[in-house]
Every structure is written in C-alpha cells, then in structure tokens.
C-alpha cells in the first residue's frame, strides 16, 4: 500500500485534495512552523499527480512496509 504526504503553510489545498477523493486521509499541523502535513493512504495515482500539482507544497510517496501495534 502506497502512502502520500503532502506539506504546506496553507491547510486549505490540502483539504480541497484529500475531501475530492474516497481515500483515508488525515490533516496534522505543527504549530511551531505554522506547517500542515496532508497524510493519505491507499490512493490511486491520479492523486498523487494532483499533489505534485500544488504550487508552494512539497509531496512524497511511500510503500508501507510494515505496521506495528504498540507493546503494554
């Protein structure tokens, strides 16, 4: 399973992105650099090239390689 970040000063683009499309997706935000991180899993490569598309925001893919639980 492939997983797309995508990063930026503005939350707005990225919530227009990930709300067009079915896939997971979660908005995180660092208040330190005033910096959101757009995270989306399981998506189809349309997606991503909207992604790459954004002016002013940085992109990468990944493919899941593993996934833990947390030990008590």
Do not use: C, I, T
């Not at 910096?35 to 002016?55: F, N, R, T």
């Amino acid at each position: 399973m492939k997983v797309l970040f995508v990063e930026g000063k503005n939350p707005e683009p990225l919530r227009r992105l990930a709300r067009q499309h079915p896939y997971p997706y979660r908005l995180l935000y660092r208040a330190e650099q005033e910096l959101y991180l757009l995270e989306v899993w399981a998506y189809d490569p349309e997606l991503e090239a909207k992604a790459v598309g954004l002016e002013g925001f940085r992109s990468w893919s990944f493919e899941l390689m593993e996934e833990g639980q947390r030990h008590p």
